[in-house]
């Protein structure tokens, strides 16, 4: 699966749109990781459980994304974003999105090529 953030795969000619995807997941901060952020917010620093929690709802969403557009039929997706959300001040939503595509490669003898022309 090719995820990309431009609206076209270099080397590749988009043959088919299949539509919009999204890979979606909410989770809350357990209370020890509360804690230890309002502390550490007054201190100042990073927020190294918060980050790890926005690091795996990134990638639980963008693998649910990657299904969703699989299941469709597609082998891209193009102008991926991601969006994220404080959910109730204890839990982080995570939205992946973007456009599913079929894609194949400008010269099937070298997929992933670039052509120069």
């Known amino acids: ?20 995807v999204f890979g979606l997941t909410v989770r809350s901060r357990n209370i020890g990781s509360n ?9 100042g620093g990073e927020l190294k459980g918060v980050t ?4 795996d709802c990134r990638q639980e969403a963008l693998h649910r994304l990657a299904t969703e557009a699989q299941q469709k039929g597609a082998n891209a ?5 991601f969006e994220t959300t404080e ?3 204890t839990g982080i939503e995570v939205c992946a ?3 599913a595509v079929g894609v194949e ?3 099937p003898t070298n997929p992933g090529v670039v052509p120069t022309n």
Request: proline content about 4%; overall charge neutral.
């Open 35 to 43: 804690i230890g952020a309002g502390f550490k917010a007054m201190a």
């Open 87 to 89: 959910f109730g001040g």
């Open 52 to 55: 790890q929690l926005l690091h």
């Open 97 to 99: 999105y973007g456009t």
């Open 77 to 81: 997706v193009v102008a991926f974003r």
């Open 105 to 107: 490669p400008l010269d």
């Open 1 to 20: 699966m090719i995820i990309v953030t431009s609206n076209d795969v270099p080397g590749y000619r988009i043959g088919y749109t299949f539509g919009e």
